[in-house]
């Protein structure tokens, strides 16, 4: 069975001997490619005129336009339609010199058969990737440019603002705010809207690499220079070379670590673990905290000097209680995105439901909101999201009363004790997690019960904690 890029690739083949060009033609055709020919570099700059090509199979050798002329025109004005040259024995050295211009891989007469369908296939997919990737980065753009940044508030403003303003230049940024307010989408949308949009952006979770290995992940290192290193490996500075490295939770960064990373910044060179010569890098860096730095600071666990290379620019990102004007535009715009993800037709949000969501305190903030109307999107029966749709948690806090102790009466008919006691655990339960920020560790140590213990009286009440997965290990 052929594949599928085969069938819809077009390809032009250019030689001005009528055998070479019929001869490629019937073998194109018979692999299923669409196949146009030209017996001269001027004709064939005449079809593409007239119609896109994936691919260009060019004789080197040709009167009027040469080969090595037609690869300039179609990398100049085609720069997506990949170029292959053929070449008669003698000629290779000028068909290297044409790669080095852009030409994708050379053929020689005679022709081998099955080399010249791996080398066509190959050259496709080769094509194929690069058009993928493109598409990808153009993706990326639109997504995080902070045009797509989801706000109408006035803190939301002054974050676009702000974005204006930093994102053509290379000036260290540090983003601090609470966990679940978006920090790693301002850095894209900083990354994504300046000159860097095309270059890579590398991030680093700080507080997730194991101590011991954190240099070698920063920095790399050499084959050998420790017990496991099999290889040399290119550290994430490398990688992000010439673009962004977003340093999250750099608040988790051990000290030893910090004074490399500091030399780093400060002189751009870093030295793989093992390595006895230093590597120039030029990176951009933008790093966020949800943890206090100047307090750190002053405690000794954060270095200041490497404070002040980081905050050249403080962005801080509100907190969702901050900017509860936004909750509706955000609401619909997550309920939007699952409703195509989950394959859902949720056309509304009940007003009543959206005032006790208004209410809510939102300790996960963004994050928590989206993750609770994803939970609403996947559960709702519905064509509408309505109070009781949305997680206990939310209700309750936002003024939605459950049975407590103060409003038990025992009249002459009795009470059902197990039942009431449920509710009244429950509540307690949903203001336990509240006040610990959605945390299930934090809440079970404030209730003086186990951690498992926690989990399965979250599972009995089917409380569906908002983001407590996420927010667990904060």
Do not use: W
Not at 162 to 185: M, Q
Not at 287 to 308: C, H, I, P, S, W
Not at 454 to 461: D, L, S
């Amino acid at each position: 069975m052929k594949e599928e890029y085969k069938v819809k690739s077009r390809i032009l083949v250019v030689d001005d001997e009528e055998s070479i060009r019929e001869f490629l033609e019937i073998m194109l055709k018979k692999e299923g490619y669409e196949v146009t020919t030209a017996e001269d570099g001027q004709k064939a700059k005449d079809v593409l005129l007239k119609k896109s090509f994936d691919m260009v199979i060019s004789d080197l050798q040709m009167p009027h336009v040469t080969g090595i002329e037609l690869l300039k025109h179609v990398k100049d004005s085609y720069p997506e339609t990949v170029f292959m040259l053929i070449t008669a024995f003698g000629t290779t050295e000028t068909a290297v010199e044409a790669m080095k211009m852009g030409a994708y891989d050379y053929v020689t007469k005679p022709f081998k058969i099955d080399e010249v369908r791996m080398n066509i296939a190959n050259a496709l997919k080769s094509q194929n990737l690069e058009v993928e990737v493109r598409t990808l980065k153009k993706e990326l753009v639109r997504e995080y440019s902070f045009q797509n940044m989801v706000g109408n508030s006035a803190p939301m403003h002054a974050i676009f603002n702000l974005i204006k303003r930093v994102s053509h230049s290379n000036t260290n940024i540090l983003i601090t705010g609470e966990s679940g307010t978006g920090k790693e989408v301002i850095a894209k949308s900083i990354h994504y809207s300046g000159p860097l949009k095309d270059k890579p952006f590398v991030t680093v979770n700080c507080g997730a690499i194991p101590e011991n290995l954190m240099e070698s992940e920063m920095f790399g290192h050499k084959k050998g220079s420790f017990t496991g290193a099999v290889v040399d490996k290119t550290g994430l500075f490398e990688v992000a070379s010439n673009g962004t490295l977003f340093l999250d939770e750099v608040g988790e960064l051990p000290l030893a670590v910090q004074v490399k990373l500091l030399r780093a910044i400060q002189e751009r060179i870093i030295r793989r673990v093992g390595a006895t010569e230093d590597t120039k890098v030029e990176v951009r860096i933008i790093a966020a905290t949800n943890r206090n730095l100047e307090d750190m600071v002053a405690k000794g666990t954060f270095r200041q000097d490497l404070f002040y290379r980081l905050n050249v620019i403080n962005i801080t990102s509100p907190s969702l209680r901050d900017r509860a004007d936004d909750i509706p535009l955000l609401a619909h715009f997550f309920l939007k995105k699952y409703n195509e993800r989950l394959s859902k037709n949720i056309s509304s949000i009940s007003d009543e439901a959206m005032t006790i969501m208004k209410k809510y305190n939102y300790p996960g903030n963004v994050r928590e909101l989206e993750n609770m109307i994803e939970r609403t999107v996947a559960l709702e029966a519905g064509s509408t999201i309505l109070p009781e749709s949305l997680p206990p948690m939310v209700n309750t806090t936002s003024g939605r009363k459950m049975a407590s102790s103060n409003e038990i009466e025992v009249g002459d008919d009795g009470l059902d004790l197990d039942k009431v006691i449920g509710q009244i655990e429950k509540e307690v339960l949903i203001k336990a997690i509240h006040a610990a920020g959605g945390v299930k560790k934090k809440a079970a140590k404030l209730l003086k019960i186990s951690f498992r213990s926690m989990r399965y009286r979250i599972e009995k009440y089917n409380l569906g904690v908002v983001g407590d997965d996420e927010l667990d290990d904060e």
